[in-house]
Every structure is written in C-alpha cells, then in structure tokens.
C-alpha cells in the first residue's frame, strides 16, 4: 500500500535582518554575505505575497523600481528556480549577475536607489497536520481544505528543503503512486506568473486531469 | 498617581466568527499554533485604553488570543500631564520633529516609568510592551520568568538621535523588537521581526453597513451624498496633515465640485489635539462645504459610514507609523490617495491598489484623476481590498504573535 501523504502547516515570521543595501555595489555585496535564510525569503518566499508587482524576486523588484536598471533586474527575476537545487547556487547567480553589471556599467553601482533594500529572512515554523491523502482525490481534497501557506510550502519550498528538482506532490505522486507522467506535469506549472490562488487551481485541474475525482 | 490599570469587557471575539473572512484552513493552522501556547500567560502593556491605533488593535487582539488559548492581560501605564507632554515630544521628535528637551524631561519620563513598574506584576511568560511612553518596564525583566518584547508601532526612519540613543539602550534589554516596516529598524543587538499593524474586518469600523445607516450619517453631518466626497480620517494631529488636505482640496474644487470631510478625535495621550483642531479650521474658513468633525473616540460606526459614503479617502501624513486608516479605507473598495511615508507604501502600492502622493499638489492631482476616471477608481478599490484580506487583517497579526511567542519560547 502506498505510504501516505502527510499535509504539513508552515507558517512564517519575518525577520529584519541589519545589511541594507543603498546602491548596486552594495547590494552585491550583502547578496554576498547576507544569511541562505535572506536569499530564500526574498526569492522562494516573495512568491508568496507578490502579486500586484512585475518581478516575484524581491532582489530584482528593488533593482527595477529603486535602481531603474530594468535590463539586470529581468536576469535577476527570470532565475529559474526550480533549476536551482542550492541556495549558494542561487547567491553565486545573483551577486554575478549584479557584479557583472557594476563591472560593465560602473556609474551604475555607486548611484544610489530610490530607497534602499533592507534584507530580511523568514523563520519557518512548521506543525504537521491531521490531514492525510492515500489516493490523488484525497490529496486534490487536501489542497483544497489547506491555506495557501500550506500549499507554498509543499509545492514551492519543498525544493529546497529537499534540495529536489521537484515538489512534495509530484515527489509523492512518483513514489508513491508510480505516476510519473502526473509528477511531471504537476512539476511543470509555472510558480512565477501566477498567485498562489491561481497555482492551486492549476495543481487541482492538473490533478483532475490525472485521475483524481 | 493611580495605579496602572487592567482593560477589562472587552469584545467577546472569537477566532471561528473569522471563517468566513479568511477560510476554515486558515483557522486550523492558527489552531495548531495555539495549541503549542495553551496556557501560557502573556501581558500586554500600552499607555492609553482609547483613541489612536495601538488601542485600537489590542481592544481586538486581546479576546483574540485568550480564546485561542493564552491567558492575555492588557495593563494601562498611568501618568501625569507633563509625563504625556514628554512622552508626546519623544513621538513627535522619533517622527523627524525637532526636539528641544529640558533635562527634566528625563527624569519625568524615568520616574512614572519607575512609579508604574513598582505597582505592576510581571510573572507572565510573555511580555509585550507597546511604544516609548512603558519602555522603562523593561527593568523589571531581571529576575522575572518572562520572553519580554517591545512593539514599535511608530516610524522611525527619521527618528531624532538623542531621543533615539536615550531610548535604545533600554530597546536592547528587551528579547526582541517588532516593527511595522523594515525601514524603521535600526540595526538593533537583539532580534527584530516584521509586524504589520492589521484591521479588524468585523469591528465596527469596519464591518458591512447597511446604505440606509451610511445615508443617515452623511445626512446627520450635513454632507451632500449626492456629490464627491473627499475624507481624510485621522485624529487632528499636524503629523496628519489636515492643513495640507485643506490645500489639496481647494485645488481639487477648482476643477470638481466635491467637499471635504475631516473627521477624528484627539487622543487621550495627545494633548496637541485642540491647537491642531483651530488651525485646521481656521485653515477651511467659511467653506460650507468642509467639514470638520471632531468626533469622540467610540464613534467607530460613524466613521465607518463616512468612509464607506466616501467617493474618495485620503491619508496625507508627513509621517506615519502604518497608518491603519488606510488599510480601512482600501477594506471597504474605496480609492486612496496617500503620501508614501511610513507603512503606507505596504498598503498602497501605487496605481494598484491606490495613489501614492509626494506633495500637496501631487494629493489634488491624483484626486482629481480619480474623479474623473471612476472605473480606474473602482478597480484600484478592489485590487486594495484582495490585498488588505490577505496582509493586513488582524487574524494575520493573532498568527504572527504566536509564532513570535514560539520562536522565543524556543530559545531562537
């Protein structure tokens, strides 16, 4: 029988960390020397809360609003993160692409930004819940009843925690249910263009699609 | 000096009347958290128990927290005139305002701190100490079991130094800190979290009116519902700005034919209230159409209905904690044209979920293209509305604190 498929709450706080970044030069620097915890709130966990703003990455919104350097915030935004399966992949990316810019625009890493980015990081606090799903119903059935919160930690920072190309659905419907078709199309609705509410409808027509009724 | 005093009847609120505003799974994760907590005590410490936004707040989120489970106390620090007087020229001056203080000053501020620590009790586990008026508190935490925390609701990104560097050492004896915008940190020794103010959906400010009550408001305060209506809720403080809105709208009425509502109270910790209120007045003139109105703080259905009758709501503060009044405003559909000082920015994300204004001219500018492009100013309204449901609500501040209280609980 298959194993099943425990829905865990997480919940977050967030911390407000000292670095600020006040121009370009400086925000390479921090992306640099700030916390794995900073880089993953501001990549993995904005995609949590922005959906009124261009970019999901808080990096690249302050490059774009407070820097009007459009062209180095699109590289910063378009990081495909669910290639990236380490945070100091995801640092090494981002403080390159800022240096890369200083180094060919040098006027641009000393003007100062409209406002400055003060780094922060979550705390997670997780509490596994009396929820569980045997079967594809039961798990569209979970995703259904469980907030947003639950949904983002097991779709979208599951891949880090685990350090998968994956998500705990599809990482789920793989092993547990053989379904790796299914796995695959649930691992590839796109995170980045779409709120959370609209994520989980995808997951849930993905899924129905797939079997679950 | 009277003893500090305990709020009690307090609204009889409990988390599941909040199903369905924010969703039975959300319910069940706030549940859990709790359950961790159950039985553990926490007191809450502010200086005022009506009028301004930290009241306001803990009237909601005290019942909040008991019916989740943590046994919550909230005390009252009492003080005298001249303590207030301090107490409102450290607000004033950790806002950007200029300080001259006597050396006087310090030791009023430091003895009523000292007289309302004597009287109080602290053996809870958690402690939260609200603003700079009981900072001082903080002196009982040696030796007492407690997680103490001091929450600052004011903006402190352009805080007066020697105010500042007077206040922080007594910051840092604290657990950790929580502030309303990353902005107004500064790069404290001990943790400091993020801590959006939030609004209370099924308050009475807030709640849903029926138009015939919002019709008979209007009517009582002599406004003409049939024309614009421009409002500006804040209580008379110059941090507000009531003077500029005036402007503002002078320049709006040359174009629109709409009026003004300036409508709050005074604080009881604001002493500078009445001196504001005359120039606020004095500023309008005989214009029949603004209206002042200096309303007392339980008029929370009235200034519901002047929101919600509202064609437009306007936050023009030169500084700013949060600015709850916003968040109210957006929670009821309404276009908001604010100044981008403060927490307003978190709210108002400009041309998506309201106007953010720099000036004067920028506040009638961007009022008068929103009363001429009112399906603009409807759709801003609703984007506003989605985003205070899912940041700003008071249930999202219940969760916060619990997780802060387990995170300290843990020791990280």
């Known amino acids: 029988m298959a194993e099943p498929f425990q829905f865990v709450a997480a919940s977050y706080l967030i911390r407000i960390r000292t670095e600020r970044a006040q121009t370009l030069r400086e925000m390479a620097q921090h992306l640099r020397g700030t916390s794995d915890e900073s880089i993953f709130y501001h990549t993995f966990q904005s995609l949590e809360t922005h959906h009124y703003s261009t970019f999901s990455s808080d990096f690249a919104q302050w490059v774009q609003a407070a820097c009007n350097e459009h062209a180095l915030a699109e590289q910063m935004a378009t990081v495909d993160l669910r290639g990236i399966v380490s945070l100091s992949d995801l640092r090494e990316k981002l403080a390159g692409f800022v240096e890369e810019h200083v180094a060919a625009n040098p006027a641009s890493g000393e003007r100062k930004g409209f406002e400055p980015f003060h780094f922060?990081?979550?705390?997670?606090?997780?509490?596994p819940l009396d929820d569980w799903a045997?079967?594809?119903a039961e798990l569209a059935d979970g995703i259904r009843r469980q907030s947003l919160h639950t949904l983002h930690y097991h779709f979208i920072t599951s891949r880090l925690r685990l350090k998968l190309e994956t998500n705990d659905f599809s990482h789920w419907v793989q092993h547990s249910l053989g379904r790796s078709?299914?796995?695959?199309?649930?691992?590839?609705?796109?995170i980045y263009t779409n709120t959370l509410e609209g994520v989980r409808e995808e997951v849930l027509a993905t899924l129905a699609a797939g079997g679950a009724q | 000096m009277n003893a500090p005093t305990t709020v009690g009847a307090l609204s009889p609120l409990k988390?599941?009347?909040?199903?369905?505003?924010?969703?039975?799974?959300?319910?069940?994760e706030i549940q859990h958290l709790a359950r961790a907590l159950s039985g553990k005590r926490l007191k809450m410490v502010n200086s005022t128990a009506v009028g301004g936004g930290v009241a306001e707040i803990l009237n909601r989120l005290?019942?909040?927290?008991?019916d989740v489970g943590l046994t919550t106390r909230w005390e009252v620090i009492t003080g005298g005139e001249e303590f207030f007087a301090v107490t409102k020229a450290f607000h004033n001056a950790l806002h950007g305002a200029p300080y001259q203080g006597r050396p006087e000053w310090i030791a009023a501020f430091l003895n009523t701190n000292e007289a309302n620590r004597q009287r109080m009790q602290f053996d809870e586990e958690f402690v939260v100490i609200h603003d700079p008026q009981p900072i001082g508190l903080v002196n009982s935490r040696d030796g007492a079991p407690g997680r103490w925390v001091w929450r600052c609701h004011i903006d402190l990104s352009h805080a007066n130094q020697d105010v500042w560097e007077f206040l922080r050492p007594f910051v840092e004896k604290y657990d950790a800190s929580l502030f309303s915008s990353p902005a107004f940190t500064h790069g404290l020794s001990i943790p400091q979290f993020l801590f959006y103010p939030t609004i209370d959906p099924l308050a009475d400010k807030n709640r849903d009116l029926e138009p015939e009550y919002i019709r008979k408001v209007l009517e009582e305060f002599g406004i003409d519902a049939k024309r614009p209506i421009i409002t500006q809720i804040s209580r008379f403080d110059r941090l507000k700005d009531p003077v500029g809105v005036v402007q503002a709208y002078r320049l709006v009425k040359k174009y629109h034919d709409c009026q003004l509502v300036l409508a709050g109270g005074g604080a009881s910790d604001d002493p500078e209230g009445e001196a504001v209120l005359a120039e606020v007045r004095e500023a309008a003139g005989k214009d029949k159409d603004v209206h002042i109105l200096n309303l007392p703080p339980w008029s929370h259905s009235e200034i519901n209905a002047l929101q919600r009758g509202s064609t437009i709501l306007v936050q023009k503060s030169l500084r700013e904690g949060f600015g709850l009044t916003v968040s109210e405003a957006?929670?009821?559909?309404?276009?908001?044209?604010?100044?981008a000082v403060g927490g307003i920015p978190s709210q108002v994300i400009h041309k998506l979920t309201g106007m953010l204004v720099h000036s004067v001219e920028g506040c009638a500018y961007q009022i008068r293209y929103l009363l001429s492009h009112p399906d603009f100013a409807r759709q801003i309204g609703e984007y506003g509305h989605q985003h205070v449901r899912e940041n700003f609500l008071i249930t999202a501040n219940l969760k916060r604190y619990l997780l802060l209280f387990l995170i300290l609980q843990r020791g990280r």
């Open chain 2, 330 to 339: 957006l929670w009821k559909k309404k276009p908001v044209v604010a100044s």
């Open chain 2, 62 to 66: 005290v019942p909040l927290l008991n």
């Open chain 1, 181 to 190: 078709d299914l796995a695959e199309r649930l691992n590839g609705i796109d």
């Open chain 1, 134 to 136: 045997s079967s594809l």
């Open chain 2, 15 to 28: 988390l599941a009347d909040y199903a369905p505003v924010i969703g039975d799974g959300e319910i069940a």
């Open chain 1, 120 to 127: 922060c990081e979550a705390v997670e606090m997780t509490v």
